[in-house]
């Protein structure tokens, strides 16, 4: 008697393979086709309510501010589904586009979310989407998803009441006075909130310990519309002219020194910085004639730039004059 060994035709291991394939094909697709009609649906285009032969009703979704930081979204269930996806963007006011927010999860039965960790005074818009999967957890259809709505959250308030800053409401705020010191030039150890030196696109650690400045003060006033500054923090740059002769064998030479100042608004009260309206070095650290005969001579530049969150919000081109003393901005 002869014995045959069960041996799989190659037809059928091709089959087998095909099928593995086209399913892994079938998972790729549909992934991809969830992120494209997510896009799509906060883009403002109307997802097609047909999708993989499945068909599902508008869903309704509805939204309303309950507090400056949550929104609560409701729609009505569609079609047999195996989770929800929430997708949501807000409106940057400052650089004026949307931004895309992480994405949240829940079942398929839930109708209802608060979507929560939002910031007052602001834009929002959502859509919810619902995945079909297999018993694995595999997805099989391409999402559907509602149409998108548009949220605005209402002003934030502080314990006592007072208006947070808010990303909607810009500051507005204005440079001045600038008011040179009456004690002329005199060793740099006065600066206040000196951060570095803006070099080449880029703050880099630089003091002016060893330096002579003419010291004056820039005052930051917020104008309105007002908002609650205080805590935050405000950049000044000052752009002035500096003398460099620490060396022996040359007359010196003139440069542009770009200072950065940091200090934070307290009780939203204007921030005064204490700056170098000029500066300079001479063959030694405390030379202070050598540096105020050259700067001296004629009037140099000055020029203030007050930035906020990366944005520049005032400016003011002046010029110092170190006899008589005095500062002049147009």
Avoid at 71 to 85: E, I, N, Q, S
Avoid at 221 to 246: C, W, Y
């Amino acid at each position: 008697m002869k014995i045959r060994h069960a041996t799989p035709s190659v037809k059928k291991l091709n089959s087998d393979l095909n099928a593995r394939l086209w399913r892994i094909i079938a998972v790729l697709f549909a992934l991809y086709a969830t992120t494209v009609h997510a896009s799509a649906a906060l883009a403002g285009v109307a997802p097609n309510p047909t999708v993989g032969h499945v068909r599902v009703p508008p869903n309704e979704l509805k939204g309303s501010a309950v507090s400056a930081t949550t929104v609560v979204l409701t729609w009505r269930p569609a079609a047999p589904l195996d989770m929800k996806w929430i997708a949501a963007e807000k409106w940057n006011w400052f650089i004026k586009t949307w931004a895309e927010l992480p994405p949240r999860y829940v079942s398929n039965e839930t109708t209802r979310f608060e979507y929560d960790g939002l910031e007052g005074s602001t834009t929002y818009r959502f859509i919810v989407c619902g995945i079909k999967g297999d018993k694995n957890g595999h997805v099989t259809t391409p999402q559907v998803c509602t149409r998108q709505i548009t949220v605005q959250t209402p002003v934030a308030l502080d314990s006592r009441g007072a208006v947070l800053i808010q990303p909607r409401i810009p500051p507005v705020f204005a440079i001045g006075p600038i008011t040179p010191s009456a004690a002329g030039f005199q060793p740099c150890t006065r600066l206040t909130g000196l951060v570095g030196r803006y070099i080449s696109g880029s703050i880099q650690l630089s003091d002016l310990s060893s330096s002579i400045c003419a010291l004056g003060s820039v005052t930051i006033t917020q104008t309105n519309p007002k908002v609650n500054m205080t805590g935050q923090k405000i950049r000044l740059f000052v752009t002035h002219e500096a003398f460099d002769g620490s060396d022996y064998n040359t007359s010196g030479q003139f440069y542009t020194r770009n200072d950065v100042f940091e200090m934070a608004f307290v009780n939203n009260n204007p921030v005064t910085f204490q700056v170098a309206l000029a500066s300079g070095r001479g063959p030694r650290p405390d030379d202070v004639d050598v540096v105020k005969a050259h700067i001296g001579k004629d009037e140099r530049s000055l020029n203030v730039a007050a930035n906020f969150q990366g944005s520049e919000y005032a400016k003011s081109s002046c010029t110092y004059n170190a006899s008589p003393v005095a500062v002049s901005c147009k």
